[in-house]
């Protein structure tokens, strides 16, 4: 197959938009696209190109004091009656084209038509995003070939419609468990019941006051919410179990561990298991580069509550951001399209910030 990532079209960002979107790429089914781009890069000439997997690093080595990233999956959730893409005035719609080709299509047209940038940049484009984290293409870098990463600050380009989110919140699932004794109903005094017992952990929730956070101006608004509960045996049984499984969404002033030890005290006297967590991301505003990077952009960062993968870079320590053309209430909807005048834009300022 002839690339159709051709240099006429790797000039235009909205043209690359709709290329990178008609090829095909769901979670697991990378390995097309990640040739197309992996082919580019190479014959950008001024970018030192490797590979893992279906993921694609290409970077400048130009001696600059400064190093940043700018990263992008490659793949696309399952298309839903949205491929290939079409044009109606000024949106592209299509399976991707927010979440997030559109990103994908800045961050690759500047990588091949910016060869001396003001920072040392490296592109990242990466696999397996929408799907399980073991398949993620930024975490199997981050696990075998840290050095790709290093960087004094990085951009995201998920779908953001133009504005900047900074850090993200983390996430804790946990179950509270509760425990009584079985007894048959007919003689219900014999035994003791958990799912009454559980009547406390859901005062505790009612009673609940999360705490809203501002970090370097972004807001953040914690939450904790039951999302589940079971127990019962049968409809003559005094239940002797009942679980109620919480989550908590912290803001990223507290640490993982930290977040564990509070939702510990919320339900002090209960049985509590952590089944799954996530560290958050704290903004990180005080980089050089991400301070120029806002001040290109010229608006104020907004706080992302949603986990992404920002985290992962501030889990190298590495402040990172979301920042992308697409409109985020689209990623994933059968009617999902993007602006090209948003694509347009996007390039430009990264443009801007990039040539310094
Ligand atoms: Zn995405």
Redesign the pocket.
Same mark, same amino acid.
Request: proline content about 0%.
């Given at each position: 197959m002839a690339n159709p990532l051709t240099p006429d079209v790797l000039v235009d960002p909205v043209e690359l938009t709709r290329a990178l979107v008609d090829i095909e790429s769901v979670s697991r089914d990378e390995k097309v696209i990640a040739d197309c781009v992996e082919d580019v890069l190479r014959r950008a000439g001024h970018l030192t190109v490797e590979r893992l997997g279906h993921t694609v690093m290409g970077r400048t080595d130009l001696g600059r004091a400064q190093r940043v990233i700018l990263a992008g999956?490659l793949d696309t959730v399952p298309i839903n009656d949205n491929w290939p893409s079409t044009v109606v005035d000024d949106l592209i719609y299509g399976c991707g084209t927010s979440?997030?080709k559109s990103g994908v299509a800045i961050a690759l047209h500047l990588a091949t038509t910016l060869p001396d940038p003001a920072y040392d940049v490296t592109y990242l484009f990466y696999e397996a &995003?929408?799907i399980e984290s073991e398949f993620n293409g930024l975490k199997l870098v981050a696990d075998s070939r840290p050095e790709w990463l290093r960087a004094e600050f990085a951009v995201l380009l &998920?779908p953001t419609y133009g504005v900047v989110e900074a850090g993200c919140q983390g996430t804790v699932s946990a179950l509270v468990r509760t425990h009584g004794r079985r007894a048959h109903t007919a003689r219900a005094w014999r035994g003791e019941n958990a799912i009454h017992a559980a009547g406390e952990v859901l005062r505790r929730l009612e009673g609940y006051h999360p705490r809203t956070v501002t970090i370097d101006g972004c807001t953040y608004r914690e939450g904790l919410n039951a999302v589940r509960i079971n127990g019962g045996i049968a409809g003559n049984v005094v239940p002797d179990e009942c679980s109620v499984e919480v989550n908590l969404r912290f803001a990223p002033d507290r640490s993982e561990q930290q977040a564990h030890e509070h939702l510990r005290e919320v339900f002090q006297g209960f049985d509590l298991e952590i089944v799954d967590s996530a560290p958050g991301a704290l903004p990180g505003l005080n980089a050089t580069a991400a301070r120029e990077f806002l001040t290109a952009v010229g608006v104020e960062p907004a706080a992302k509550l949603g986990w992404t993968d920002v985290a992962r870079f501030a889990a190298l320590g590495i402040p990172a951001m979301n920042y992308g053309p697409g409109d985020p209430s689209l990623?994933h909807a059968p009617d999902e399209h993007v602006e090209i005048g948003q694509i347009r834009d996007g390039a430009a300022t990264l443009h801007r910030w990039l040539a310094g």
């Open positions: 999956h979440d997030m &995003e929408e &998920e990623a």
